[in-house]
């Protein structure tokens, strides 16, 4: 809330609960098990909160049971501790558009934070405490074996890493396991089942083993004249990234000449001033370190021991192997899935870092 002279202020009513909020997750490590404290508690939901103060939800609150007052969800806590603004810093651009001329908007993953700019109802280790239960979250609760494609499996629609757990099916209300978009802006809010999922992952490196080991001679030419030719696609799209990389390093450049100018002028507060300085320092140091990497990559590489070692982990593979953790982490190195938005059909791209997609 905002005081008579604009300035954003902690609302006395709700504050006591932001700060009982980041504790209660600290001690209980679970967003859910905090909503069910909050509910035996009685605590108002902000939803509820903002129809008594504004009027908002009035055709969902006018005629609510006392349960309903009180309904508090695990995703709701987790966006509160994963807040930064209750550190009393101001954040930005915290939303971004493709083109003037697209609807969609997307998260910026690079917000522009200004710290310490009113009042905080946590302190920076409260904070830091749950993040690291946060970050730590998967890794507890998904034990290594059950999550095969940890770090793999991403939307094919806002490009979010899918989140994998329990989910009841709607047809049988048997729980099963899936992976599913978390992002609530994205359009399509992919999902499958991991079975489903290990199905399609089978069948399609079954084809390419398969086909590979019975034109192992083939295979293996192919690789040597790639060797001994520079891959012009493959450098191609590099030298695309290097462009691209060298577009977004000036950009940022510019910016922060902007930011100085504003600066020198007055018209930039000086913490402000450092604060984007540094962010925007580090994405160029970034942006520099993946050019960099990209120049290695250009080099020519040697496909004839890829494909010989290739020929080895599959002469050693056993049919149960296939969707294994070490198999799907040395043979894959990306899986999108996309729902289609008018008839909600699935589809499963997988991505190799092997040489065998060129040649097939």
């Known amino acids: 809330m905002y005081n008579d002279k604009g300035e954003r ?151 979010k890493r899918l989140s994998f757990g329990k989910r009841k099916d709607r047809n049988t209300s048997a729980s099963k396991y899936r992976y599913y978009c978390r992002n609530k802006e994205c359009e399509s809010s992919a999902y499958i089942n991991r079975e489903d999922l290990n199905e399609i992952v089978k069948k399609e490196l079954s084809e390419l083993f398969n086909t590979v080991l019975a034109n192992k001679d083939k295979f293996i030419a192919y690789t040597n004249e790639l060797t001994s030719h520079y891959d012009v696609n493959y450098l191609n799209s590099i030298e695309g990234k290097k462009r691209s990389f060298l577009h977004q390093k000036k950009e940022l450049e510019g910016k922060l000449s902007r930011a100085k100018e504003l600066y020198i002028s007055g018209d930039l507060d000086v913490n402000d001033y450092k604060t984007f300085k540094a962010d925007t320092e580090d994405k160029i140091g970034d942006l520099v370190t993946n050019y960099n990497s990209l120049c290695k990559d250009s080099e020519t590489r040697n496909y004839t021991n890829e494909a010989y070692a290739l020929i080895n982990i599959l002469e050693s593979l056993k049919d149960d192997e296939l969707t294994s953790t070490k198999v799907i982490g040395s043979l894959i190195t990306k899986i999108e899935v996309t729902k289609s938005p008018r008839n909600k059909d699935v589809s499963v791209k997988i991505h190799y870092p092997n040489v065998w997609p060129l040649w097939l």
């Open 9 to 159: 202020v902690p609302d006395p009513e709700t504050a006591p609960n932001v700060k009982m909020i980041f504790k209660l997750y600290a001690k209980l490590k679970s967003s859910s098990k905090v909503a069910e404290v909050l509910k035996e508690e009685k605590v108002y939901s902000p939803n509820y909160y903002n129809y008594l103060k504004r009027g908002d939800h009035s055709a969902r609150y006018s005629n609510c049971t006392e349960e309903e007052k009180y309904n508090w969800y695990g995703d709701r806590i987790y966006r509160m501790v994963d807040n930064q603004e209750y550190l009393g810093h101001y954040i930005t651009q915290k939303t971004l558009k493709n083109s003037f001329k697209s609807k969609k908007i997307t998260k910026n993953k690079s917000p522009y934070i200004f710290e310490n700019k009113f009042e905080p109802l946590v302190t920076q280790e409260e904070f830091d405490t749950c993040q690291q239960i946060l970050n730590m979250y998967a890794c507890l609760h998904t034990p290594e074996e059950e999550n095969n494609y940890k770090r793999l499996i991403v939307c094919g629609c806002c490009g």
